[in-house]
């Protein structure tokens, strides 16, 4: 069975997934730590404050039109590399801790930590540009 993000989302608060559940794609033990962390990807993906009631979320969506949910998941990535997204940091510090160790680049708008392979800022999206490789 394939479930969208939201649906394992909205699974978290009535209790569809646990810590042994693994019987979908993408693996819900994989998608959210918390369901704090799932209502703050609802938030995100909808901007709703309708906080962990999963049969309010259920009908959120199912009148959802699917082009707009469409363009709402279109949208989320600009969403979460926004520097005022409140786990801005987080993906600030995770870019220190994956690539300290292969490069130095630190991207001019949020001073991440970009390696030269990536064209643009893993944690905020600006574009860095790839480095060019070395004459001969």
Known sequence: MQAHPHEIAIGFFDGRWNVDDGFCYPDPRNAFSSSEEALQFLHDLTGEQIGQDAAEWEEWFAN??????????????????????????????????????T???????????????REHCWAC????GRASAMPE
């Open 64 to 101: 959802c039109p699917p082009d707009l949910l469409r363009l709402m998941y279109d949208g989320y990535p600009m969403v979460i590399q926004s520097l005022n997204h409140p786990d801005f940091p987080k993906r600030v510090l995770a870019a220190t801790e994956r690539w300290q160790d």
């Open 103 to 117: 490069t130095a680049r630190i991207c001019s708008k949020c001073t991440a930590l970009c390696p030269e392979y």
């Open 125 to 128: 999206g600006f574009k860095v």
